[in-house]
């Protein structure tokens, strides 16, 4: 299947600094690719839907200036989360839509483990 | 009512067992069915996908879908050890919106 890389795996920072985490498609373009928050033993929240060369869409709650995401080419989304506080402890997840042979599958990331401390 | 209902579990079954696992959905519309695998503190891996209606087998997986009850399935036979993860269903219409369950938590005893 296609593969899609996310980096760093975990992360561990200070309060107030930010952070990126990249979502890269290896094997395929990516027009669309999506950004999903995991606490522990609980489902997949979706935070937004990144679109190559457009804004990424938030879903109600998220906040955009604080969840920045750049989707600057096809195979490479970034989500940057600014001026971290303990509270954006989480794991964050990726996945990634591929833009032509679409059979409607979607791929996801290894996920990104983040710490602030 | 949710786009997508699954069972969130868990379920706890020997070595060996024949496993089910079920989604139902309420959008006529949808036509990609996956089921993905998700170990803890690991991303979604993709384990089956199907279109439309009909069955899927590899290996010890098999997929159904019965699209006139809403209803998939995902059958794991010979169930081992390693086979002990969070199983998390999906679904879409055809374009980049996806409707994921909760997600079923399956261990599988030695």
Redesign the interface.
């Known amino acids: ?1 296609a593969v ?1 890389s ?1 980096h760093p795996s975990w992360v561990i920072c200070k309060s107030g600094t930010s952070v990126k985490i990249e979502c890269r498609s290896l094997d395929f373009q990516a027009t ?1 690719m ?1 950004w999903y928050r995991q606490f522990p ?1 609980q ?2 929240m979706l935070m937004a ?1 990144s679109n190559e060369g457009s804004k990424a869409t938030y879903e109600q709650g998220v906040e955009k200036d604080k969840f920045l995401i750049n989707h600057a080419s096809l195979t490479l989304s970034t989500l940057t989360v600014t001026s971290a506080h303990p509270e954006d402890s989480s ?1 964050y ?1 990726c ?1 990634a ?1 591929p833009s032509s042979g679409n ?9 990104s ?1 983040l710490t602030v401390l | 009512q949710k786009e997508v209902e699954q069972d969130p579990g868990p379920l706890s079954v020997p070595e060996g067992a024949i496993v089910s696992l079920n989604c139902t959905y309420s959008n006529s519309a949808f ?2 069915f ?1 089921w ?1 695998r998700q170990y803890s ?6 384990l089956m ?1 199907t ?1 439309s209606s009909g069955n899927k087998e590899d290996g010890r997986f098999t997929a159904q879908v019965d699209k006139s009850s809403k209803y998939i399935s995902l059958f794991i036979r010979d169930s081992q050890p390693s086979d002990s993860a969070t199983y ?1 269903c ?1 679904m ?1 219409g ?1 374009g ?1 919106q ?1 409707y ?4 079923t ?1 399956l261990t599988v005893i030695p």
């Open positions: 299947g899609v996310q669309t999506f033993k489902s997949l839907t794991f997840i996945s839509f059979t409607g599958e979607l791929f996801f990331g290894e996920g483990r | 036509q990609y996956m993905y503190r690991k991303g979604p891996e993709l996908y279109y998390l999906a879409s055809g980049n996806f994921f369950g909760t997600g938590s």
